[in-house]
DNA sequence: GAATTGACGTTCT
DNA sequence: AAGAACGCCAATT
């Protein structure tokens, strides 16, 4: 019980929770957790994330930059996953980001991990 | 064992 | 306002 989880899995779980055609931030995800100056931590999180069911090409920096994208399996590879879901991606950016952006401090607020 | 890097973000100058 | 430096913690070298 407790939360004595990891924080790489807290990522996981927030990062699974990541609705289809929305994005969020490595410090959305940070500061859900309440480690807001830990954003560094949550992309090395995801690092392992390859072995976890976790969507990570919907996790972008706090600018929609792909940033992640060097880590996929291809080069475009994460910008079209995010353009299939239907997130418009222009130059590895994401467009209308606060549009798409799923802050998990809002959305998930009503239960915490 | 120590130093450096790393899917970032905040804060100081 | 813009730029530079620092902080977080873990993993790699």
Known sequence: MSNNDNFFEKVYTV???????RVTSY?????YLGAARSARMVGWAMNGSHNKDVPAHRV???????TGKHHFDGTNLMQQLLE???V???????????KVFWDPAKELAQDKI
Not at 60 to 66: D, P, S
Request: proline share 3%; aromatic share 6%; no cysteine.
């Open 15 to 21: 990062a699974r929770q990541i609705p289809y055609g």
């Open 27 to 31: 410090g959305a995800i940070a500061k």
């Open 60 to 66: 972008v920096n706090r600018v929609g930059l792909l």
């Open 84 to 86: 299939n879901e239907g």
């Open 88 to 98: 418009r991606v222009k130059d590895h950016q994401v467009q209308d980001f606060q």
